[in-house]
């Protein structure tokens, strides 16, 4: 008799495939990053109305960062107690409460929002991984969270497609109040999924004896946990570097002209979002030596692209600056699917709070390496200074990595 077991096993595989889940999270971590990246897409207007300079939104963003630190270390425990989905549900209505708060155009209810919408948004990687892991063949995990990760650039690119029109259209107050409506639209959606999803068994509960402790024990007991979560520090921070410096960079120090800068800004964030399913489909197919080397080989390339990329100058070729914006989008801004991936591996049945840890560890980066960075261009009056430390940071993490020795699911 013919062995049809092989031939059935993709059919099976392509059944398992978790796709309302990850459409779940996507579209939850989607709205939530635009709402994020809504207010510096709307500085301009926002600081014109208020009297103020627009470069305060960086501020803003950092305020949303540093409270999410917070929650997504925290974010187990609510989930454990509540259920992924009500805790969905959270940082939804945190979302759309930020732009409401935010629409009576003060500086205190700029910091009041962020530090509202910043007590959930932490939760969004712990939530998908809680929702997707179980619910996904091991074959394709790796794959199924960098789709999902996908929601991250695709936010920040709708936030500056969307926004600045409509503002201009409607003002930029009713621009936050349609986004507003729009995410409380699919807040009440999700009510459907969630009476199911969260009456599984084992769904939701009484949290975990010690949620929160049980992370800072993981990290202390874990070696391969903390150097992955080191290198994640290393490597968000370097990806949002590269966002924050590369068009400043280009027409300051390069003679390239707002339009193209802009192009290679938007070359480096096409890049990433468009390879995040590719590392993740080359990682499930061993292709590279797993997650692992996949993502050792990620901060090499970065960190060499960092090194170049202090070096961007008016001799530079525009095609081979926009072919490292590229390589680096590639590498830096495509990393993120298969760290969380790692944190889900390494956690094992505590997967929810190792990916709270992973958040944590990247939310981190982003808070203090571009200020760092920038306090570095300052002292310098130069950009080699800074992407060398980054770049040489970023290689330096990669290796860290590449002798760490994985250790089995718990």
Known sequence: MPDHSRHSAPVLQ???????????TMAMQTLATMAVFAIPALAPAIGRDLG????????????????????????????????????????????AAMLLISTSASLFAFAFGAVVLGCT??????????????????????????????????????????????????????????????????????????R?????????GQPRSGSGRAVIEMLRSNVELRRLSLASV???????????????????????????AGQ????????????RPLWGWLADAGAGGGARRLIVAQGLVMGATACLAGHFGPQWPVPLV????????????????????????????????????????MFSGVLLLPSGAALLVTLSGSYVLAFTVLGTTAMLAALMLAVTTPVPRN
């Open 14 to 24: 392509a059944l398992a495939f978790p796709l309302w889940p990850l459409l779940v």
């Open 234 to 260: 290393v490597f968000s921070g370097l990806q949002l570097c590269f966002v924050a410096f590369i068009t400043v960079q280009l027409t300051s120090r390069a003679g390239f002209g707002l339009v193209a």
């Open 121 to 194: 948004y932490g939760a969004t990687a712990p939530v998908s991984t809680h929702l997707l892991v179980p619910r996904t063949p091991p074959q394709i995990i790796n794959l199924v969270l960098s789709i999902r990760q996908i929601g991250v650039p695709l936010g920040g690119v709708l936030a500056a497609l969307l926004m600045p029109p409509a503002a201009l259209r409607f003002g930029w107050q009713s621009a936050l109040l349609g986004l507003a409506v729009a995410i409380v639209c699919l807040l009440l959606l999700l009510e459907v999924p969630r």
């Open 52 to 95: 103020v300079d627009g470069v305060l939104a960086g501020y803003f963003i950092s305020l949303v960062y540093g409270t999410g630190i917070m929650s997504s270390l925290l974010a187990a425990s609510a989930i454990h107690r509540f259920g992924a989905m009500r805790v969905c549900q959270a940082v939804l209505a945190a979302a």
């Open 322 to 361: 926009y072919l490292a914006c590229a390589v680096a989008g590639a590498s830096a801004n495509g990393f993120t699917g298969l760290g969380y991936a790692e944190f889900a591996r390494i956690g094992g049945t505590h997967r929810t709070e190792a990916t709270g840890l992973g958040s944590a560890a």
């Open 196 to 204: 199911r999803w969260d009456a599984l068994p084992g769904a939701v």
């Open 264 to 275: 290679a800004l938007a070359l480096y964030q096409f890049s990433g979002m468009v390879c």
